[in-house]
């Protein structure tokens, strides 16, 4: 109780202590409120939440994101605070972290972001994505259609294990791995997710430059993108309000957003999200957190 009313001082000490002047437009409510978000995000895991591996997943993220940014864009004197004091927080939680984790789990997490990583420039891309695209026959198949696709969970596991244990001398990556990283069979929901995340993961790996050409992982991430953002207007119009396929949604403006597609990395869906966290304390809610966490911070990093 007493760490957590320590960090939660914190936090108001360094949000109120130095004030940043902001445009007046209609996302600056929004853009003033992202870092109390984050802060409420971390001080759950501090306060009480186990911090499991998809946790510790989206800390190695969002801590990667930053650093990243930081290294391209010089960040202005509060900015600079404000991503080291996160940088600090998601340091200290982490370092108690591989507590009642699998093995494969141990495998990805104690790699992941960490070691012969590629930072990239990151930006935020206007129109890249066909946001016209027909979904409502999509829409109408959806429930059929959402859990079809390669690949499984385990697939996604082992081939995710394969990229951050890359050997950067050798750079040889396995021929499962490849396959689920390079099929254009039909997927959908979580399926297409996993294929673009591990993509993100492969195009930030020392190996990267040597295994392809940048313009190709692009490629794939766009062809990908383009079709998840017809199954998010399909979402959208079924029955998103009603609290269906909440975190499937999420995870897809999470991912895809890490592109830095505008069509995902908005205020709109900033706001929509937002929305979901009056129930946020259902232990049921912990993967939802999880994503808010990586998606609130790349929209810090990258809507600021």
């Not at 996604?156 to 050798?170: A, Q, T």
Request: proline content about 4%; hydrophobic content about 40%.
């Amino acid at each position: 109780v007493t760490l957590c009313a320590v960090s939660a001082g914190l936090t108001l000490t360094l949000t109120q202590s130095t004030p940043v002047a902001v445009p007046v437009s209609t996302s600056t409510t929004q853009e003033q409120q992202l870092p109390q978000r984050i802060y409420g995000l971390l001080d759950k895991l501090f306060c009480g939440r186990k911090l499991n591996a998809s946790a510790k997943f989206a800390l190695l993220l969002a801590e990667f994101l930053i650093k990243q940014k930081m290294r391209y864009v010089a960040p202005t004197r509060y900015d600079r605070q404000l991503y080291y004091h996160l940088l600090h927080r998601m340091e200290r939680l982490m370092k108690n972290s591989n507590q009642n984790m699998s093995r494969l789990e141990k495998q990805i997490l104690d790699n992941a972001f960490q070691r012969n990583v590629l930072l990239l420039p990151p930006s935020l891309k206007y129109g890249a994505l066909n946001a016209n695209a027909e979904y409502e026959e999509l829409a109408v198949n959806y429930e059929d259609l959402v859990n079809q696709g390669q690949p499984n969970s385990t697939q996604s596991d082992l081939c995710m294990r394969d990229i951050v244990n890359l050997n950067p001398i050798k750079c040889k990556l396995s021929l499962n791995c490849l396959q689920v990283l390079t099929s254009e069979a039909a997927a959908y929901g979580y399926q297409r997710t996993h294929q673009v995340l591990l993509l993100f993961m492969l195009s930030h790996h020392a190996c990267a430059p040597v295994l392809s050409p940048p313009q190709l992982y692009e490629e794939l991430a766009k062809s990908h993108c383009n079709e998840i953002l017809s199954e998010q207007n399909a979402i959208r119009s079924l029955a998103l309000g009603m609290g269906k396929y909440k975190d499937l949604y999420l995870e897809q403006a999470t991912i895809c957003g890490l592109y830095g597609y505008n069509e995902f990395l908005n205020w709109r869906n900033v706001m929509e999200i937002d929305s979901w966290f009056p129930d946020d304390d259902d232990p049921n809610n912990e993967h939802i957190n999880d994503l808010a966490l990586v998606f609130y911070i790349n929209a810090l990093l990258m809507l600021h």
